[in-house]
């Protein structure tokens, strides 16, 4: 009786890993926005077939680049030669078109979704 009541205090106590402080860079870590990312039309193809991934980002360009490094397909087809976003492509984030919204550097929160779309041209 005596060494089940022991071994019950003992799985109570909090792991020594548990216990130990933090780095610096594992608080960096925590504080990084998970975005959501929405890939639209052909370029969720691109992607395996996902239309949708979170990524760890603080802003949109860091958000594609995360979502070009999982996805290698997708680079050449989001960014051309000089790692410059594409002009067929329409990226939105908080309601708006990133072009008139801070660009790249916009900032993302965490449980923001990022949205890339194809550019629609054509008509007669």
Same mark, same amino acid.
């Given at each position: ?7 019950? #205090?003992?799985? #109570? ?14 608080? /960096? ?11 639209? $039309? ?5 992607? $395996? ?6 990524? +760890? ?7 594609? +680049?995360?979502?070009?490094? #999982? ?8 960014? +051309?030669? &000089? ?6 492509? %329409?990226?939105?984030? /908080? $309601?708006?078109?990133?072009? &008139?919204? %801070? ?8 449980? +923001? ?8 041209? %054509? %008509?007669?």
């Amino acid at each position: 009786m005596a060494s089940r009541i022991a071994s019950r #205090r003992r799985s #109570r106590r909090t792991p020594r890993s548990a216990s130990r402080r933090a780095s610096a860079s594992e608080i /960096r870590l925590a504080r990084v926005p998970r975005v959501n990312v929405r890939l639209h $039309g052909v370029f969720s193809d691109f992607a $395996g077939g996902a239309r949708s991934t979170t990524v +760890d980002a603080s802003t949109v360009g860091t958000a594609i +680049d995360a979502l070009a490094q #999982r996805f290698p397909s997708l680079r050449e087809r989001l960014r +051309d030669e &000089h790692g410059r976003l594409r002009e067929h492509i %329409g990226v939105f984030a /908080r $309601g708006e078109e990133i072009q &008139h919204a %801070g660009g790249e550097s916009q900032a993302v929160a965490d449980g +923001d979704t990022v949205h890339i779309v194809p550019a629609m041209s %054509g %008509g007669g």
